[in-house]
C-alpha cells in the first residue's frame, strides 16, 4: 500500500488525520467561490443530451455529462464542436441545446 494513501493504524494518527481534513474543510469554506460555482447547473432535457453524448461519441469525441451540467464554458465548447461535425443531426441538436443554454446565460427561466 502507497505510504499517502495508507490509514491511520492508532488513535492519535486518526485524530491528526482528521484534524488535518477538518482544516481543509475550513479553508475550502473561507474561499472565494469561483464563477462556476456561483452559477446554477444547466437544465438539459435528459433524452437531449443522452442523444448528443451519443452522436458525438459516434465522431470519437466523448462528453462528460457532469461537466454539461455543471461547466458552462465546457458546455459551451462541446455545443460548438457538434456544430462543426460533419453531421447535420448532431448541428440540429446542438442548436436545440444552445436554445436552453442561452436562455439561462440571459437569466429568463425556460418555460417548461
Known sequence: MNPVT??????????????????????????????RERQLAIAWPEDLLENFGLRMAAHGMCISRTLMLCDRRYALQ?????????????????????RHFEPQRAGVLALH
Not at 7 to 35: F, G
Open 6 to 35: 495508507k490509514p491511520p493504524t492508532t488513535r492519535q494518527q486518526a485524530l491528526e488525520a482528521h484534524a488535518l481534513m477538518s482544516e481543509e474543510d475550513v479553508r475550502w469554506a473561507q474561499r472565494k467561490p469561483s464563477w
Open 78 to 98: 462541446q455545443l460548438v464542436h457538434g456544430q462543426n461535425l460533419n453531421d447535420e443531426g448532431l448541428r440540429a441538436l446542438s442548436t436545440v441545446l444552445f
